[in-house]
């Protein structure tokens, strides 16, 4: 499972989003900028890892089976949640003083609490929640949640593959996962996000970055699928499973629009300063052009492409429209994130230094996710419903 080769590109690429990251973080005048990156390239594990774990969910708590052949590379593919785990700690160490102003202010109480009150009448109750101890032992619980749900789903799928029936376990792990996601990546992402304005609140922020997790795990999803599919998943995926997972990408990316104009019209009608500002940040110095080119990316291209039945099943047009969407939705983590630091002058998702630290985790993801597969396979082979997935007999 995965050549020489393709294991030395991954190590080159964390070797050279590490020199990357160290280089930058040496200078003062660089630093705060190494770790913005940073946080954004530890979406690329953690979004998919998250969204990857819903697929899992969701799919076994509806009773779905088509996903049946996909299910052990969707568990490699969740491989990735220690790197969240890392990068976390580093920025919790070091660098939340440069993307925090409230982990900042955190050794003067006055100036801490001064903060939350000049932005909000209820800074109070703010200030006590957003500290740097609360958010370490909180994001660290989520992660260790995480982890714990994670191998959870793999212990029962490898039982599965030694003959235990695991169907009802599994349909309760699911839906108890389901809720608990639903909680704890909410606050993660409000606590690593949405927490770099004090002043921002979003009732759809949890939502919001949801849609995006699982888009960018569809869209790798495809990719890896496609590429085993050349070699030890030849067979096991057919026409009928592509147009499947293009079924998921085309109605996934208009959900991913509703949510965004739903989140961008609640602002826009209540016309709230703690709100709008956020987005009136983000329509100026190129900004605005970039949330447009997401837009694009993330929804118009693939409704239009996958709309078309027999586009839903060609190769071409899945790797097509699943590399647009993975720029889309980095598109949208810089759009999210680097505002916050360079207000005024355009801070592209192009960013080298930045695409060089998100190349070295997705290197890194994907070197975890090849070790998983060479060492339980990427076929759920005790799968009492693999045979006639494959077969498509579901759809009869």
């Known amino acids: 499972m995965g050549g020489t080769r393709l294991q030395a590109a991954c190590l080159a690429l964390v070797v050279i989003g590490i020199a990357t990251f160290a280089g930058m973080a040496f200078f003062e005048s660089t630093r705060q900028h190494a770790w913005a990156a940073l946080l954004q390239g530890m979406m690329v594990p953690t979004f998919i890892a998250i969204g990857g774990l819903f697929f899992i969910a969701a799919h076994s708590a509806a009773g779905s089976t088509w996903t049946t052949p996909l299910r052990r590379v969707m568990e490699g593919l969740t491989a990735g949640i220690p790197l969240t785990l890392i990068a976390f700690i580093a920025i919790a160490a070091a660098g939340g003083s440069y993307l925090y102003e409230w982990v900042h202010l955190a050794g003067d109480k006055s ?21 740097p101890g609360r958010w370490i032992a909180t994001t660290i619980a989520i992660i260790g949640v995480w982890w714990l749900f994670r191998t959870l789903f793999v212990k029962l799928s490898l039982a599965q593959d030694g003959g235990a029936d695991i169907k009802s376990r599994h349909v309760r792990l699911s839906i108890t996962w389901l809720i608990i996601m639903a909680f704890t990546f909410t606050m993660f992402c409000w606590d690593m996000i949405l927490a770099l304005h004090v002043n921002f609140v979003s009732a759809m922020w949890g939502v919001y970055c949801f849609t995006s997790a699982v888009q960018t795990f569809i869209a790798v999803l495809v990719l890896v699928v496609l590429w085993l599919r050349q070699g030890p998943m030849a067979g096991a995926v057919r026409s009928h499973t592509l147009h499947d997972l293009g079924t998921w990408t085309l109605v996934w990316g208009a959900f991913c629009a509703y949510i965004a104009f739903a989140q961008y019209l609640v602002v826009y009608y209540a016309n709230l300063d703690e709100e709008t500002f956020f987005f009136l940040m983000r329509m100026q ?48 983590w810089s759009w999210l994130i680097m505002p916050a630091f360079s207000q005024n002058a355009y801070r592209g998702f192009y960013d080298l230094p930045t695409l060089l630290i998100g190349a070295g985790f997705a290197g890194a993801m994907l070197l975890l996710a090849l070790a998983f597969w060479r060492k339980h396979g990427v076929l759920p082979k005790g799968d009492p419903r693999l045979q006639s997935t494959i077969n498509a007999e579901h759809l009869h």
Do not use: C
Request: charged share 10%; aromatic share 14%; net charge positive.
């Open 111 to 131: 100036a801490h609490h001064g903060l939350f009150h000049a932005h909000n009448t209820d800074g109070l109750n703010k200030s006590a929640w957003m500290t």
């Open 285 to 332: 110095h190129g900004y605005g052009q970039a949330y447009f080119a997401e837009f694009v990316l993330r929804f118009l291209v693939p409704f239009t492409i996958l709309m078309s039945q027999s586009m839903r099943s060609r190769p071409s047009a899945l790797i097509g429209v699943a590399i647009l969407v993975l720029i889309g939705n980095w598109m949208d």
